[in-house]
């Protein structure tokens, strides 16, 4: 007997749902699977509920994608987006109390490659991913690799949102304040913030020319007299290092500071512009407003 075309149709549709099961079943079992920035496979049975983040860029990551509530745990630095202030936090990246991220029975750990506690932690039975943001590709693979492990799927929104951002930062420069040479102070060292950093990636973004160059490495510690024979158009630079740069030998007569062209950032504004994460676009415009002040 020749099967009526309701039954084909029936017979089609249990297939299919045949075939996604299946398909389900597999990656149930396969749970989720990734290769940090070490190198390291790393294997969970199901995405990760209760997660502890010792590096802030990478916790912002988390919020930025929906998830800051599977966050149980975050470093000392970690303070954005707000609600995470109230999350324990559980030392830094370079000293983490290994003690409390047990205690608080974390899925994984997300850290930095630099972190010291990976392999305490792993000896313990706890999951370590390693991520290293450090240019506008890491930051947007990063992103990638958090929304992975995450099961959600808009790392890619997110990274567009950023882009465009700092692409309206670029666009909102204009002519006159183009071309300006900048030194951008990381910390005091002093550390600067070459070319080859995501801070000067975004400066190159914005039609700045950075100083440091490219060679130099992302983010080098300094000889000051490199920068007095540099002598930038313009210094970028937080509130807590500021007030020390003229008492720097030789800094007082340098064009920047001669001439009032110095942006002082407060610590919330420094905290912005030095995290590669998700908030890169408000740096960006940060960065544009000090490049258009006094033009």
């Known amino acids: 007997m020749t099967p009526t075309p309701v039954k084909r149709i029936l017979f089609v549709v249990a297939l299919l749902l045949a075939l996604l099961l299946l398909m389900w079943g597999t990656a149930q079992a396969q749970g989720v699977q990734l290769t940090d920035d070490r ?20 916790a912002e990551s988390v919020c930025a994608l929906g998830a800051c509530e599977r966050l149980v745990g975050v470093d000392r630095y970690t303070n954005w987006p707000e609600s995470v202030k ?25 850290m930095a490659t630099s972190s010291r506690a ?22 947007q693979r990063v992103l990638g690799k958090i929304g992975l492990l995450l099961q959600l799927p808009d790392a890619r929104r997110v990274w567009r949102e950023i882009d465009a951002g700092v692409s309206a930062a670029a666009q909102s420069i204009p002519p006159a304040a ?21 801070i000067g990636e975004t400066l190159t973004r914005l039609g700045a020319r950075n ?18 024979r540099a002598d930038p158009d313009r210094i970028m630079v937080g509130a807590r290092s500021a007030d020390g740069l003229l008492a720097r030998p030789g800094w007082a007569a340098m064009r920047a500071l001669r001439e009032g062209h110095l942006c002082r950032f407060s610590a919330e504004e420094s905290d912005i512009l030095i995290r590669p994460g998700p908030r890169m676009a408000e740096a960006a415009h940060l960065m544009a407003a000090c490049l258009r002040e006094g033009l």
Do not use: C, W
């Open 39 to 58: 190198g390291r496979r790393v294997q969970l049975a199901q995405p990760p509920q209760r997660i502890v983040s010792l590096l802030p860029s990478l």
């Open 86 to 110: 109230k999350l324990p936090q559980v030392g830094g990246g370079l000293d983490p109390n290994i003690e409390m991220i047990v205690a608080l029975r974390p899925d994984v750990v997300l």
């Open 118 to 139: 990976a392999e305490r932690l792993i000896a313990l039975g706890i999951p370590v991913l390693a991520l290293e943001p450090k240019t506008h590709a890491d930051v």
């Open 178 to 198: 183009r071309g300006q040479r900048v030194y951008f102070e990381v910390s005091p060292g002093p550390f600067g913030a070459g070319e080859s950093s995501f």
């Open 211 to 228: 100083i440091l160059p490219a060679r130099l490495g992302p983010f080098p510690k300094l000889n000051p007299e490199f920068i007095v």
